[in-house]
Nanobody, 120 residues
Framework: VQLQASGGGLVQAGGSLRLSCAAS????????MGWYRQAPGNQRDLVAI???????RYADSVKGRFTISRDNAKNTVYLQMNSLKPEDSAVYYC???????????????WGQGTLVTVSS
């Protein structure tokens, strides 16, 4: 079972990007999927997360600009990023929490990271 993220790149300030992350393998359910980011020299911080009931949580710095969505049938999570700022530049990691891979078997998974660079 693994996560595969895509969609990062270079964009000018004010632009948009859409990140995608799909979980593959034998999965019986996922409690929450979301995105974290880590800039050089900084810790990895939550950007946005959505649980299986579609409840969401956003970092204050991205509220109103980023939107998380999820396709539970495909075990895929998306992050639409609008009005990007240079301070949004970071490696973005997708995460899947409470992934059920068997009877009484749950794991937390991390994707490989995708780089987002916002130029001023």
């Amino acid at each position: 079972v693994q996560l595969q993220a895509s969609g990062g790149g270079l964009v000018q300030a004010g632009g948009s990007l859409r990140l995608s992350c799909a979980a593959s393998g034998t999965i019986f359910g996922v409690s929450a999927m979301g995105w974290y980011r880590q800039a050089p020299g900084n810790q990895r911080d939550l950007v946005a997360i959505m649980n299986s009931g579609n409840l969401t949580r956003y970092a204050d710095s991205v509220k109103g600009r980023f939107t998380i969505s999820r396709d539970n049938a495909k075990n895929t999570v998306y992050l639409q990023m609008n009005s990007l700022k240079p301070e949004d530049s970071a490696v973005y990691y997708c995460a899947a929490l409470g992934v059920q891979i068997g009877v009484d078997r749950f794991e937390h998974l991390w994707g490989q990271g995708t780089l987002v660079t916002v130029s001023s």
